[in-house]
C-alpha cells in the first residue's frame, strides 16, 4: 500500500533519516518503534508531507506523493496523529468531529445565503455520523464537554475519532499510549483493533509501550541511527541482538562476558 524508499532528511549537520526504506501492507497494524532519536517522527512528517525529503521517494497505491502537501493527502484517505492532541479545545467534542469533514458548503458564506437547505442537511449528516462515531468509541459521556477539558486519554480517542470522521485508508499514530492510563489504552487499541478489521484501515504507529505494540503489531519495524535495523514479529524483534543493542547498548553477547 505504502512504500518508502530510500528517504534521506538531513537538519543542518544532521541526518535524522538516513537511507530508510519500508514498505507498509494494505491492512496490516504495523508498529515503528526504536530508541529516540531514530527518525521516527521525522519520517512519519516526511510521509504525512510536513518535510519534503532531501532524496528519496514515498509511494502511495503505486503512485508517487513525495512532497504532497497535508491537505492532498487527506484527499487521498492519508491521515497523521501527533503526539500531542490537536483538539479544538474550545469545541465540545461533539463539534470537534463534525467539523472534521472536507469542503462543507457551509465553510463558504455565499452557500449560507442560496443554499440553506443543502448546509442544513450537510450538517444533519456530519451530526449523525459524529454520533456513530461517539458511539463506537464510547465517548457518549463527554460528547457535550469541551474538548479542552478531557484528560489525556480522551484526548486520543478524540483524535481517532477526528480521523474516523474522514474514513480513511490509512493513519499514522504518534504514540498514541503515551501519558495514557492503561484503562484507557485498552480502549485505544481495542478500538484500533475494530477499525482494522471491521472497517478495514491501515494503521502504522510509532509507539514505547512494547505490551501495546505486541498486542496491536505485525509487523514491527525497528528504526535506529535514521534508518531500518530490522523488521518482523513483535517476539522476533523483542529477541533481535541488534536491537537490544540499539535499544540498550549491550546484547546478550556482551552481558555473559
Known sequence: MLEIRHIHKRFGGIHAVEDASLTIAQGSI????????AGKTTLFNVIAGLYTPDSGSVVFEGKDITGKKPHELFE???LRTFQIAHEFSSLSVRENLMVVPAAQSGERLLETW???SKVRLEEAQN???AEEVIDFLQLDAVADELAGNLSGGQKKLLELGRTMMADPKIVFLDEVGAGVNRTLLRTIGDSIIR???ERG???????HDMDFI????????VMASGGVLATGTPEEVMNNEAVIEAYLGTGRKHQRH
Open 30 to 37: 504495523t508498529g515503528l518503534i526504536g530508541p529516540n532519536g
Open 76 to 78: 487521498r484517505g492519508i
Open 114 to 116: 442560496i443554499r440553506p
Open 127 to 129: 451530526r449523525e455520523r
Open 195 to 197: 477499525l482494522n478489521q
Open 201 to 207: 484501515y491501515t494503521f502504522c504507529m510509532i509507539e
Open 214 to 221: 505486541g498486542r496491536l503489531c505485525d509487523p514491527v519495524i
